[in-house]
C-alpha cells in the first residue's frame, strides 16, 4: 500500500474505503460481509475509511466491526456534519455525539462539512456560530482535522 503524510504527519492509505455501500441493515449476513471487507482492508493496508451520518447504518456497522476487532486506533475515520440539515450549534453537537457513539469512538480523525457546495452555506455555519464549535472540538481533541466535502461545479470551488 501507498501512502502520503497528512498535515499531521500522519501516514494515510492513498487507497480509502467508501462505506456508503453497506448492504442491509447491518445485522448478520449484511454485518458478516461488510466486517470481512473491512477487515480485509485493513490487512491489505488501508486505514482510511470514509463514512457519513446520512449513509444509512454505516457509522453503526464500522463502530461495530471496530470494536468487535479491536482496531480503531489500526485506522482514520471521515465522518461527515450534514451541514444542510443544521440549523443551530446544539443540533450541530446532538449529531456529532451520536456519530461518536454509532463509531465507538471518542474521536473523528477527519470531520467533513457534508456537500459544502458554495459560500452561502459555509457563511450561514459561521453566522450560527459553528466555527466556534468546531474550534472547541478540535482543542479537545474530538475532532483531529477538519474539511468539507463537495459536489459542485469547478467554478464555484475557487469561491470558498
Known sequence: MQYRKDKKGNDISLLGFGCMRFEGSGTGEYFQKANDQVM???????????????YKNN?????RILAENNCRDQI??????????????????KIFNQELELLQTDHIDYYLMHMLNDLASWNRLKAMGLEDWIKEKMVS??????????????RILSQL
Open 40 to 54: 480485509e482492508a485493513i490487512r491489505q493496508g488501508i486505514n482510511y475509511f470514509d463514512t457519513a451520518y446520512v
Open 59 to 63: 457509522e453503526k456497522v464500522l463502530g
Open 76 to 93: 482514520y475515520i471521515a465522518t461527515k456534519l450534514p451541514q444542510y440539515m443544521v440549523r443551530s450549534v446544539a443540533q450541530a453537537e
Open 141 to 154: 481533541g474530538k475532532i483531529r482535522n477538519i474539511g468539507f466535502s463537495y459536489h459542485a461545479i469547478p
